[in-house]
C-alpha cells in the first residue's frame, strides 16, 4: 500500500554490521505490526507496537513507534545472515478490519 | 497445530479457467484474509472475512470471489484467469477484528502462472 512507504527498497550490509529500516505512514497509525518472509515463504510475525514511544526487542531486533511522525523503524544489531529477508510492515486502518502492508525492504547479510 | 494451511502450493493456469485457491486454518480465528503479493507492490488485499458468512473486499477485488461457510475454511475463486492474476496469494487470520492486537498468521502461499 502507498499509506504505508518503507525505506530503503533493498539493503546489502557485511556481517556483523547494525541496520534500519523505516516505514512510514500518511495517515495515522493505530498499530504498527512488523513481519519477516524468507524468500519463497510466507510471513513471520516479529513485533507489534501500538502505542507512541513504544519499543520492543525480540534477540537483535529493536522496533519503536513514534505515533507522531506517524513513523515505526527496525533496527538490526550485528547483522547475521539469518536476518536476510524481506521485512515488511503493516498497520491497521478504518473499521480495524483491514490490514494494510508497506512494500517490503529486501535484506541480505554477506559472510 | 497446522496454523494456515493453503492448497496448492503452485498452479498454472491458462486465460479463462477457473480455480479455487483452498485456505484452512485450525486455530479457530473469527478474522480471514486473501493477499497479493507482487513485485514492488507488496501485499495487497483481496478479501476478507469477519466470521462465518461474512465476508467483504479489500483494495483489489476484482476478478475474485470468496465466501465463508465454516470457520475454519475461507476459499479464494478466480471465475476466469487472467495473466495480471499472475502472482503469489497469500492467506492469513487472526483471533479477531477490530481488537487492534491479534497478528496476521501467514499461509506459506499459492504462486500463481496465468499464460
Known amino acids: 500500500s502507498q499509506e504505508l512507504e518503507q525505506s530503503p527498497q533493498s539493503l546489502i550490509v557485511q556481517e556483523g554490521k547494525n541496520l534500519t529500516i523505516n516505514c512510514t505512514s500518511s495517515?495515522?497509525?493505530?498499530?504498527l505490526y512488523w513481519y519477516k518472509q524468507k524468500y519463497g515463504e510466507g510471513l513471520i510475525f516479529l513485533m507489534m507496537?501500538?502505542?507512541?514511544?513504544e519499543e520492543k526487542s525480540h534477540e537483535k531486533i529493536t522496533a519503536k513507534l513514534d505515533e507522531k511522525k506517524q513513523q515505526s523503524s527496525l533496527h538490526i544489531t550485528a547483522s547475521q545472515p539469518s536476518h536476510a529477508g524481506i521485512y515488511l510492515c503493516?498497520?491497521?486502518?478504518?473499521?480495524?478490519?483491514?490490514?494494510?502492508f508497506g512494500s517490503g525492504t529486501k535484506l541480505n547479510v554477506k559472510p | 497445530n497446522a496454523g494456515v494451511t493453503q492448497t496448492p502450493k503452485f498452479q498454472v493456469l491458462k486465460t479463462g479457467q477457473s480455480m479455487t485457491l483452498q485456505c484452512a486454518q485450525d486455530?479457530?480465528?473469527?478474522?480471514m484474509s486473501w493477499y497479493r503479493q507482487d513485485p514492488g507492490m507488496g501485499l495487497r488485499l483481496i478479501h476478507y472475512?469477519?466470521?462465518?458468512?461474512?465476508?467483504d473486499q479489500g483494495e483489489v477485488p476484482n476478478g475474485y470471489n470468496v465466501s465463508r461457510s465454516t470457520t475454519e475454511d475461507f476459499p479464494l475463486r478466480l471465475l476466469s484467469a487472467a495473466p495480471s492474476q499472475t502472482s503469489v496469494y497469500f492467506c492469513?487470520?487472526?483471533?479477531?477484528?477490530?481488537?487492534?492486537?491479534?497478528?496476521?498468521?501467514f499461509g506459506n502461499g499459492t504462486r500463481l502462472t496465468v499464460t
Open positions: 472475512s469477519v466470521g462465518a458468512g461474512i465476508t
Open positions: 507496537l501500538q502505542k507512541g514511544g
Open positions: 503493516g498497520a491497521l486502518r478504518g473499521n480495524f478490519n483491514k490490514f494494510y
Open positions: 486455530m479457530n480465528h473469527e478474522y
Open positions: 492469513a487470520s487472526s483471533t479477531g477484528s477490530g481488537q487492534g492486537n491479534s497478528p496476521l498468521h
Open positions: 495517515k495515522t497509525l493505530y498499530g
